[in-house]
């Protein structure tokens, strides 16, 4: 969802990110290629971690995690909460192994 207000936008950005295996050997390259310049063009800028946002006027991100079936008993995916806050994104991006 995209919101215009005056010139300023606002939007609600969801990344769907594969946590298996098979993704490993390319998470770096795909979070610094494609993740973080989309998270800086949202922001609006680069990531600050002093930056926290707000949660009300401000573009939310939201990381979700989808595993292999085979997991099980492990839940199959792993949704974190919207966060106004890119590095506190990019935190998760970086637990995902």
Known sequence: MVV??????VADVVVV???????????ESLKNNYIVPTLEH???GPSDDRDCG???NSTLYTLVV?????????????CFSPTP???????WLDKVS
């Open 42 to 44: 949202f922001n609006g």
């Open 66 to 78: 989808f595993m292999a079936a085979d997991c099980a008993p492990e839940p199959s995916t792993t």
């Open 17 to 27: 990110i594969e946590g298996t295996a098979n993704i490993s050997p390319y998470i």
């Open 4 to 9: 215009a207000d005056q010139g300023n936008w």
């Open 85 to 91: 806050s890119t590095s506190k994104f990019i935190s």
């Open 54 to 56: 707000c949660d009300y």
